[in-house]
């Protein structure tokens, strides 16, 4: 394999590493900040603020 092939394997492979660390980031900050539940006891509301 020629030295630009390395090179292209590597951006490609460096672009996943950031895109799959992008997209795990934005999942962790996308979890709600309060949860609310309905159930037989009646409402219940948590919140992490």
Same mark, same amino acid.
């Given at each position: ?14 672009? $996943?590493?950031? =895109?799959?660390? #992008?997209?795990?980031? @934005? !999942?962790?900050? $996308?979890?709600? =900040?309060?949860? #609310?539940?309905?159930? @037989? !006891?009646?409402?219940?509301?948590? =919140?992490?603020?």
């Amino acid at each position: 394999m020629s030295r630009n092939g390395l090179y292209a394997l590597v951006a490609v492979l460096a672009i $996943a590493v950031i =895109g799959f660390a #992008v997209y795990t980031y @934005q !999942q962790q900050q $996308a979890r709600p =900040g309060v949860e #609310v539940r309905i159930d @037989q !006891q009646g409402v219940s509301i948590d =919140g992490n603020g």
